[in-house]
């Protein structure tokens, strides 16, 4: 990555910019705006309004929205998840005024019309029935919400479907209305454009758009953590597994030594821990993970296998003594350096997709107010000590803390 750029307009709006060598521009709006900011007899709207962005605004409909990048070579796509939707675009560099003029046309012009509701409904039920006969990803959001019980980040993203029958233009409206301001979302460029360029467009662009000085309504913090464990007949071939508990929050300064514990758990290298126990060793499993994801004020670890019914017993109990050995003993510096070069080599090798460098850093801006370049994280990964991720290990991996989830 090159230098970083920012600058914040008169409406609050904030810009980040950073230069790429190649013809190929990633650009997007990152709102801060996602399934927890949801009341209870809205749930899935943050995803209904992802979804009706595309249908049309106050200067086109759907047909123009959805061919605006397409006639170009260019995609236009969206996702949502519990803390962020987010609007971007590739293309070539000789269409970013087109593709910089639709996001702003679609983020803060779209009418929602009700004469595309009732079919955009349907694509989203369709949605929700095709992950519910998905139980490795389903799992992950039941999951979730077994540790946050009656709170909006245990919702799944998708919704309910009788909820979602029940919407219409104005709850859309109300909801972009709250939560979709320019001080609340921030314009990425990861591309070969001036960044002058990239202000003034975005400036123009957006002069109509005022400042709110409204305070945006704050989001609920998750009530005290219970582990729990819960077993669901779900009439599968296989037993699904969750192992977890809460983790630490993305502005918690041992989210790093956490996120270098969980590569050596069970990371995407054959060689996790995990792995090598579940798998190459005793042939239980086909795949096993370990995963980490930070909220702005909490967090989720995990840990997923598939296995046979028969082999559930003796899954558990092996993944509970890597565990154990995590927390029993502190890791030999030949086994802490070479954990550190491996995952310092993955970032290496992960910085090389722009797309995913240009959501990151829409994603980072947004929530931090800064973006670090690799080097800086690579900074951070080395400063882990052993003594470090024995005391998080005691801390997260504790047995007393963890919530089991089986499916069967």
């Not at 702003?104 to 955009?120: A, C, G, R, Y």
């Not at 956490?258 to 050596?264: R, T």
């Not at 550190?340 to 993955?346: L, N, P, R, S, T």
């Amino acid at each position: 990555m090159n230098t970083i750029s920012t600058h914040t307009l008169a409406n609050g709006l904030r810009i980040i910019h950073c230069p790429s060598p190649t013809d190929v521009v990633y650009c997007g709006y990152a709102i801060n705006a996602g399934t927890r900011d949801e009341k209870d007899n809205e749930q899935g709207i943050a995803h209904f309004v992802e979804h009706l962005l595309f249908k049309g605004t106050t200067h086109r409909r759907a047909w123009h929205i959805l061919n605006r990048m397409e006639n170009v070579g260019g995609d236009l796509n969206a996702y949502t998840n519990k803390e962020e939707t987010v609007v971007y675009s590739t293309f070539l560099k000789q269409h970013f005024i087109r593709a910089a003029e639709l996001q702003t046309d679609i983020v803060f012009h779209s009418t929602f019309p009700e004469n595309q509701i009732e079919k955009e409904v349907e694509v989203i039920i369709d949605e929700i029935q095709s992950y519910e006969d998905s139980p490795a990803e389903l799992i992950f959001d039941d999951f979730e919400e077994l540790i946050f019980p009656e709170h909006p980040l245990g919702r799944n993203i998708l919704g309910k479907p009788e909820l979602l029958r029940g919407f219409d233009s104005e709850d859309a409206l109300r909801f972009t209305h709250d939560r979709y301001k320019t001080s609340n979302m921030v314009f990425f460029v990861l591309g070969n454009i001036p960044f002058r360029k990239v202000v003034s467009t975005i400036e123009k662009l957006t002069r109509d758009i005022p400042a709110y000085l409204t305070p945006i309504e704050g989001r609920t913090t998750p009530l005290p953590y219970t582990p729990h464990s819960l077993t669901l007949n779900k009439d599968t071939h296989q037993s699904h597994v969750m192992i977890g508990t809460r983790a630490y929050d993305a502005h918690n300064s041992r989210r790093t030594g956490l996120y270098l514990l969980n590569n050596i758990l069970g990371g995407p290298g054959m060689n996790s821990r995990l792995n090598v126990v579940l798998r190459e060793k005793n042939a239980l499993v086909y795949n096993v993970e370990s995963n980490l994801t930070s909220y702005t004020d909490t967090g989720v670890f995990s840990i997923y296998f598939g296995c046979d019914q028969e082999d559930k017993d003796r899954c558990i109990e092996l993944t509970m003594k890597e565990l154990k050995k995590l927390r029993d003993n502190m890791m030999k510096e030949s086994q802490l350096s070479a954990a550190k070069k491996q995952i310092i080599g993955q970032l290496g090798v992960a910085s090389d997709n722009f797309e995913n460098c240009a959501l990151d850093m829409g994603k980072c801006f947004l929530h931090y107010n800064r973006y670090e370049e690799k080097e800086e994280v690579y900074k951070r990964i080395e400063s882990i000590t052993a003594q470090e991720l024995l005391e998080i290990s005691n801390e997260i991996l504790n047995e007393d803390r963890l919530s089991t989830l089986i499916y069967y």
